[in-house]
C-alpha cells in the first residue's frame, strides 16, 4: 500500500477502471505529455497516487472555469497536477507548488520542463506548513485557486493558511477526503483519517467558507474531493 491510499475498507469494482478507461477514451484523447509524466515518476520510484487523467483534467477545467492567474498547489509529488493547472492559466499566470521531499521536485521539475509550462510554475522544497507560513509573512497572494494534496495529517494547518493567502471567491480543493468511506470512523488511529475529520470540522465550522464534498470512484478507488469557495 502506498503511503497515501487508503486502507481497502472494500474490495474495488473492476467496472470502476473500465469507466475511467471510457471516459479517457472519449473525451480526452492520448497525451503524450502526461503519459511521459507518469512514466517518469514511476522510474524515478515515486508512489503512483497522481489524480487520474479524468480528475487531472478536472482540475484543469476548475481552474479555467474560475479564471483562475494565481494557483497554489500543496503537494506536487512528480508535477502531474501542476502541469494540468498550469496548462490553464493565461501566459501570464502563475502556478506556486510546494513540495517537500527534493527528490520529487527534482522529478517535478523535469516534468514540468518537459510539459513546457516551466516559466508559469515554481516549485518550492521545505516543509509546507513552514513554507506557507513565509508566504503569509512576505504577503504573497491571494490566489484564485489552491489545491491541497500533501500530508493528510496537516490539512487543516493547509486550510487555515490557504484562507490567509485567499480572497473572496478563491476556490479551495482538497484531494483524498473520502479515504474509501474510512472518514467515517471515529474511532480511527490512522493519523490521514484523524486529519480528514478534522479537515471536515474546520470547514463546517468557518464562517467564510460555502463548502460541499464528492464522493469519487474510478482508476483510484473510492475516495473523493472537498470543494470549498471563500466569502
Known sequence: MNADEPAGLIDPDPAWKVVDSYIAGHLLGEDAVLAATLAANATAGLPDIDVSPAQGQMLHLYARMTGARQILEIGTLGGYSTICLARALPADGKLVTLELEPQHAEVARANIAAAGVEAKVEVRI???????????????????????????????????????LSRPGTTIIVDNVVREGGVLDAESDDPRIIGTRALFAAVAAEPRLTATAVQTVGAKKWDGFLLAVVQ
Open 126 to 164: 521545505g516543509a509546507a506548513v513552514d513554507t506557507l507560513t513565509a508566504m503569509i509573512a512576505a504577503g504573497e497572494g491571494p490566489f484564485d485557486l489552491i489545491f491541497i494534496d500533501a500530508d493528510k495529517p496537516s490539512n487543516t494547518a493547509y486550510l487555515h493558511a490557504s484562507l490567509a
